[in-house]
């Protein structure tokens, strides 16, 4: 069996499809979606689009629950918040607002965005620093806390890692379909660079007791992109399309 692992979006249809291009030359059988899929000044509503035609099993994430519960105030201060809420439409909220914040797929494994407390947090990495820095064993353990199941899949940090616990257990986060390289400010004000443009997406393939992970960087029409985010306001997006860099 071979399990595509995606998360973390952000309404960039166009890596989007070049990592669904991937998935089918590999010939995968599943494919999840850990949230944060349309919040972005790209291409929201399309985004839903193929992620619809492509039956993922998908999450909400932080982003995707920020559309949600987004005021008018918000709407009027936030341009991109107000561009996303406006391309997608009634049928597509009530679609975002029925999914899980987590998932149990069999015993063996166990998806969320964030953690399991807070869709907002990291599993795997401490970002007191203004800078991600990875959790130790102990500490992914306490997060974990009576989560049993042998793989789990986490998003949110945008950052590709896998990380074998004492336990047995594998944690997999696969970093980011659609951008890579933002500031975020929950817990606190940090900053994320991956310091390269392609898409980021994970291949779990597991045959009998034997399991095989694939981080997947997959090149895509960057430039068409930053055109929709420039169009839509976000310079600043396009320029950590095109680079995966802040400035």
């Known amino acids: 069996m071979k399990i595509a692992i995606l998360s973390d979006i952000k309404s960039n249809v166009y890596a989007l499809e070049a990592v669904l291009d991937?998935?089918?030359?590999?010939?995968?059988?599943?494919?999840?979606?850990?949230?944060?899929?349309f919040f972005g000044p790209i291409a929201p509503k399309e985004t839903y689009d193929l992620i619809r035609k492509n039956d993922f099993i998908t999450l909400l994430g932080d982003e995707d629950r920020q559309i949600l519960e987004a005021s008018l105030a918000q709407l009027e201060i936030n341009e991109t918040l107000k561009f996303v809420y406006n391309d997608l439409n009634d049928e597509v909220l009530y679609w975002i607002q029925e999914l899980p914040f987590e998932k149990l797929i069999g015993d063996d494994f166990y998806m969320v965005h964030g953690t399991y407390q807070d869709d907002s947090l990291y599993m795997l990495e401490d970002a007191s620093s203004g800078r991600l820095e990875l959790h130790n064993d102990k500490k992914i353990?306490?997060?974990?806390?009576?989560?049993?199941?042998?793989?789990?899949f986490c998003g949110n940090?945008?950052?590709?890692?896998?990380?074998?616990?004492?336990?047995?257990?594998?944690?997999?986060?696969?970093?980011?379909?659609?951008?890579?390289?933002?500031?975020?400010?929950?817990?606190?004000?940090?900053?994320?660079?991956?310091?390269?443009?392609?898409?980021?997406y994970v291949i779990l393939t597991i045959e009998d007791d034997k399991y095989d992970i694939q981080l997947r960087k997959i090149p895509y029409d960057t430039e068409k992109a930053a055109l929709k985010a420039s169009q839509n306001g976000r310079d600043d997006w396009a320029y950590r399309l095109r680079t995966g860099k802040l400035n």
């Not at 353990?141 to 789990?152: A, C, N, P, T, V």
């Open 22 to 37: 991937d998935t089918k030359k590999n010939h995968v059988d599943v494919l999840l979606n850990l949230g944060d899929s």
């Open 157 to 200: 940090s945008c950052t590709p890692r896998c990380v074998n616990l004492s336990s047995g257990q594998v944690v997999i986060n696969p970093g980011s379909v659609g951008l890579q390289a933002c500031t975020k400010n929950i817990p606190n004000n940090h900053t994320i660079e991956n310091n390269t443009p392609e898409a980021s």
């Open 141 to 152: 353990l306490e997060i974990l806390d009576d989560i049993k199941s042998k793989f789990i």
